[in-house]
């Protein structure tokens, strides 16, 4: 009888344990922002550097992954592996990034990925001589 009070206290007390270690929901708010730059008919030459921007006016309180946003190039319909910066405030509306080298093309656009991922307008970028 004491072995199974003992052995009784002893589970209640781990189990109150694990339950304050599990996570808690929290509410997390969805941003979806308006890329401002480029727009269609911009032109970037491989290898410079151009400011990304994008609207922040209505930008939520608690944004989830607010410090770990990415900017990725897509090519027409198609995601490409090419990263353009990492470890984005998305509160700053803007970073800064080198047009790749790739081959000339006007179907590019720039995917900003936070909580969620979308994309802008395509744009041009010129690449090397002979590309």
């Known amino acids: 009888m004491k072995f199974t009070t003992l052995f009784s206290a002893l589970a209640l007390g781990v189990a109150s344990q694990l339950a304050n270690a599990l996570p808690v ?13 480029p727009t269609t008919g911009t032109v970037w030459t491989s290898g410079e550097t151009y400011t990304v921007t994008w609207d922040t006016s209505d930008a939520p309180v608690n944004i989830t992954g607010q410090n770990s ?30 047009a790749p080298y790739v081959i000339t093309s006007n179907d590019y656009s720039l995917v900003l990925f936070g909580d969620s991922g979308n994309w802008g307008n395509q744009f041009t970028i010129n690449g090397p001589a002979g590309l």
């Open 69 to 98: 946003g990415f900017i990725t190039l897509r090519s027409g319909e198609f995601e490409t592996p090419v990263l353009l910066a990492w470890d984005i405030d998305l509160r700053d509306g803007k970073a800064d990034v080198i």
């Open 25 to 37: 929901n929290q509410a997390r708010d969805v941003w979806d922002p308006t890329m401002t730059y």
